[in-house]
């Protein structure tokens, strides 16, 4: 078993960031990759950022490429979110995700989730 713990969101104006951080406990870390989701009231839970076990490797949604920037710190077994940016439309609790296979942009790839943390973007 693996528990997320999500921390670092919270209320931003526009243009501003934020970097909430996922700490993994349970399991090795750096076996696991990770993921960053977001769900928004009347959407689907949407794919934004991957990263493998080492780090050396990321995958971004087009919706937030060049904005967000997913990174690991095996050693504290936690990952971030660096929001840069932010608009209205990214409000919406953001996941993180862990997983035992390679990096994927697909939600079924993923076996383990925290509870979320809520960002949301003033106008």
């Known amino acids: 078993q693996v528990q997320l713990v999500e921390s670092g969101g919270g209320l931003v104006q526009a243009g501003g960031s934020l970097r909430p951080s996922c700490a993994a406990s349970g399991r090795t870390f750096r076996l696991l990759a990770m993921g960053w989701f977001r769900h928004a009231p009347g959407k689907e839970r949407e794919f934004l950022a991957t990263?493998?076990?080492?780090?050396?490797?990321?995958y971004y949604a087009d919706s937030v490429k060049g904005r967000f920037t997913i990174s690991r710190d095996n050693a504290r077994n936690t990952v971030y979110l660096q929001m840069n940016s932010l608009e209205p439309e990214d409000t919406a609790i953001y996941y993180c995700?862990?997983?035992?296979?390679?990096?994927?942009?697909?939600?079924?790839?993923?076996?383990?989730w925290g509870q979320g943390t809520q960002v949301t973007v003033s106008s």
């Open positions: 990263i493998n076990r080492s780090g050396a490797s990321t």
């Open positions: 995700a862990a997983g035992l296979r390679s990096y994927s942009a697909r939600r079924s790839d993923y076996d383990y």
